[in-house]
């Protein structure tokens, strides 16, 4: 297809995984670790740099159209979240990281078998792929670390306030082993999953596309304002912290004792920007300019108590999860179970980002075996990820299949990227021709 496209042949190809996120949703862009590995499925780009200063880009899926534009004046609309902007958010994130205005062009061609809008990273996969992709055609050397990081900052061109982990363990990952992802500084380490259980990823079949919608970000901010209350709250320099994790952190306490300070810090009643305002001593102007995101500076509500909440509660979940993979006593599979239903109703309850589709489908593979189940992704749609016993998980799938995807009415069209167990893959590499 790419000779067909381009009249020529590649010279190499680059591969990034997408992600499960087995435990610590909406909690690394507060700071916090988070407990993902790295799927099977992924991002393929065949590539062919040009003389040209010309950026051409095409998708084996005909619904992508293609798209070229000049490598040397790289525009990446925010209001529309097409396919090709993901590319030139990795391209325009190495191109500014080594401050070069004259770059090269290049014809490529993407190819992926990661479900978009299914929570299991697609668009991230893209940009680390193309961040890679710029970086070996440039010539060019960074750690994977460096690359995970300019990858985070750069998908922030299209209007996501992510925290970074989809990028990291895109880049980190390593087969065979989930990784304990953690920030400032960067560092992952390797959390061995049990032997007898295997991970079962499941497609709710409801797309969500967090570029396009601004639940994500008024999370992100709900969180920032919490964090800005609570730090007033305890005298703190408020205007200096973003993060909930700064607070816990200039307090020195635990993240239980923080659960305990909320409770007399933050009222459950939702607030208003006035309130807000009046809390922190600012102008209306002031907090929709120097705190709110652009498209949150019209939002009426903040619920801070129930995002702290959650916030506070899973990052306490993802140290659980790995104390009991290193600890790994016999009830191992049901412990780590029990934390990913209690990760879920979190989810659902106190940040809100669960659907109708993904409580049944959660329901449903509890129903059939697994012994825990929960949203992965940013929610509202996408995938649940169900840890099974592994004696249980042929007729686990053929009954989760028969109960949530042969709906009578035929709704609901499943394929095998749709319902799976994986394992953890390796990280995002560059490959030639053989």
Known sequence: MFTSKFGSLPKFYVRAPGRVNIIGEHIDYCGYSVLPMAVEQDILIAVEPVK??????ANTNPLYLDFSTSANNIQIDKTKPLWHNYFL???????????????????????????????????????????????????????????????????RYIGTEGGGMDQSISFL??????????????????????????????????????????HFNIRVMECRLAAKLLAKYKNLQWDRILRLQEVQTKLGVSLEEMLLVIEDALHSEPYSPEEICRYLGISLEDLRTQILSPNTQDVLIFKLYQRAKHVYSEAARV???KKICEEAPDNMIQLLGELMNQSHMSCRDMYECSCPELDQLVDTCRKFG?????????????????????????????????????????????????????????????????
């Open 319 to 321: 140290l659980q999860f």
């Open 52 to 57: 040209t200063h010309t950026l051409h880009l």
């Open 89 to 155: 958010c990795g391209f325009k994130g190495i191109q500014e990281h080594f401050g070069l205005s004259k770059l090269t062009g290049m014809n490529c061609l993407v190819d992926g078998t990661i479900p978009p809008s299914s929570g299991l990273s697609s668009s991230s996969a893209l940009v680390c792929c193309a961040g890679l992709v710029t970086l070996t055609v440039l010539g060019m050397n960074l750690s994977k670390v460096e690359l995970a990081e300019i990858c985070a900052k750069s998908e």
């Open 173 to 214: 990952a390593e087969e065979g082993t989930a990784k304990l992802i953690e920030f400032n500084p960067l560092r992952a380490t390797d959390v061995k999953l049990p032997s007898g259980a295997a991970f079962v990823i499941a497609n709710s079949c409801v797309e969500m596309n967090k570029a396009a919608t601004s």
């Open 370 to 434: 697994a012994q825990g189940s929960r949203l992965t992704g940013a929610g509202w749609g996408g995938c649940t990820v169900s840890i099974v016993p592994a004696d249980k998980l042929p007729s686990f799938l053929a009954n989760v299949h028969e109960a949530y995807y042969q709906r009578s009415d035929g709704s609901l069209a499943p394929n095998k990227q749709s319902l799976f167990a994986t394992k953890p893959g390796g990280g995002a590499l560059v490959f030639l021709e053989a």
